[in-house]
C-alpha cells in the first residue's frame, strides 16, 4: 500500500493563509478532522478535502485569496523586489491537493533541504473552486523563489 501524504498544521497554515489559532478552532469546532502525534496535528488529503469543501470554510478561503492580489496591488510600498503569481490548475480536488503540497514543500524547503529565508515569501494562498473544478494559487513573494515555483507547475 502506498504511503498517503500528510500535511502538518503548518503547511495547512501556509496553504490557506488562515493561522494556526484559527485552524486549531475549527478542529474543536468540528470543522477540521485531523490526528494529533507527539503533540502535533497530521492530516490526510481526505481531510483536507472535506475540509475545504464546508460552505463554511470555503467562503472565508475565497476571501483570503482574492485578498493576496489586491493587497499586492493597492497595498503599501516595497522596499524590496516583490512579484505577484496568479495561476489556476484545473483538476479533481485531490490531484490539485497533491500539487499544493509540491507547492508548500518547496516554499518551505530550499534547494538543499534547507528552510527558505522567511523573507522571501511574503504570502501565498490556496483556494479550489469545486463549481470550476479548479485550483487556484496566489504567491507573493521574491522573484527568484516565484520562478522556482513556475518551474515545480510546468513540471506537474
Known amino acids: 500500500m502506498p504511503i498517503r501524504r500528510r500535511y502538518t498544521l503548518e503547511e495547512l497554515s501556509e496553504m490557506t493563509a488562515l493561522t ?4 486549531r478552532n475549527y478542529i474543536q469546532q468540528g470543522l477540521l478532522q485531523g490526528e494529533k502525534e507527539h503533540g502535533k496535528w497530521y492530516f490526510t488529503e481526505e481531510e483536507l478535502a472535506k475540509f475545504f469543501s ?9 476571501i483570503k485569496h482574492q485578498t493576496v492580489a489586491g493587497d ?8 524590496v523586489p516583490t512579484g ?7 483538476g479533481e480536488q485531490e490531484e490539485v491537493l ?3 503540497g ?9 534547494e538543499a533541504g534547507e528552510e527558505q529565508e522567511k523573507q ?3 504570502r501565498f494562498s490556496f483556494y479550489y473552486d469545486e463549481k470550476r473544478r479548479v485550483g487556484s494559487f496566489a ?6 523563489l516565484i520562478s522556482k515555483v513556475v518551474e515545480l507547475l510546468q513540471n506537474v
Open 20 to 23: 494556526k489559532r484559527t485552524l
Open 139 to 144: 504567491l507573493v513573494g521574491d522573484l527568484g
Open 72 to 79: 499586492f496591488l493597492h497595498g503599501p510600498f516595497r522596499i
Open 98 to 100: 497533491q500539487v499544493c
Open 102 to 110: 509540491k507547492v508548500t514543500e518547496l516554499l518551505n524547503v530550499g
Open 120 to 122: 522571501e515569501v511574503r
Open 54 to 62: 464546508s460552505e463554511f470554510v470555503r467562503q472565508g478561503l475565497k
Open 84 to 90: 505577484c503569481f496568479l495561476y489556476d490548475l484545473p
